[in-house]
């Protein structure tokens, strides 16, 4: 949750974006600009010390567990794969319902269950 608050900042834009007054606006961008600047590298110092404790933990648990690592680095490969594979089936669906909803017209309920498997 902490990682997510400090990568994302999709809302300041659009905060910024339905700004009417232009003065504001640019000192608003400033502000954002800093305050980006701030959060990315909280971010990635935290990425940073995070990864330096998982490789010790690894580390370790791979000196005591000798006989393990052949099975952890499968199923670490077994789990990357997995990874980039769910999403992209995932991320597929929704986009057949709506195309199927397109062409027919009439097909406004398929078009809506598209749109619910994309909240999914």
Same mark, same amino acid.
Request: hydrophobic share 55%.
């Given at each position: 949750?902490? %990682? *997510?608050?400090l990568?994302?900042?999709?809302?300041?834009?659009?905060?910024?974006?339905?700004?009417?007054?232009?003065?504001t606006?640019?000192?608003?961008l400033?502000?954002?600009?800093?305050?980006?600047? !701030? *959060? #990315?590298?909280?971010?990635f #110092?935290? !990425?940073?010390?995070?990864?330096?404790? +998982?490789?010790? +933990?690894?580390?370790?648990?791979? /000196?005591?567990?000798?006989?393990?690592?052949?099975? #952890?680095?499968?199923?670490? %490969?077994? /789990?990357?794969? %997995? /990874?980039? !594979?769910?999403? +992209?089936g #995932?991320?597929?669906?929704p986009?057949?319902?709506?195309?199927?909803? %397109? *062409?027919?017209?009439?097909k406004?309920?398929?078009? /809506?269950?598209?749109?619910?498997?994309?909240?999914?």
């Open positions: 949750m902490i %990682l *997510r608050k990568a994302l900042s999709e809302a300041n834009f659009l905060e910024i974006k339905n700004e009417k007054n232009m003065d606006t640019l000192e608003k400033k502000k954002l600009k800093i305050n980006l600047k !701030i *959060r #990315l590298i909280i971010f #110092l935290l !990425i940073f010390i995070l990864m330096i404790f +998982f490789w010790i +933990f690894v580390s370790c648990f791979c /000196s005591i567990f000798i006989n393990t690592q052949i099975i #952890l680095i499968e199923d670490t %490969l077994l /789990s990357f794969v %997995l /990874s980039m !594979i769910y999403p +992209f #995932l991320n597929l669906i986009p057949i319902f709506r195309i199927y909803a %397109l *062409r027919n017209k009439d406004k309920c398929v078009y /809506s269950i598209g749109k619910i498997i994309t909240l999914i």
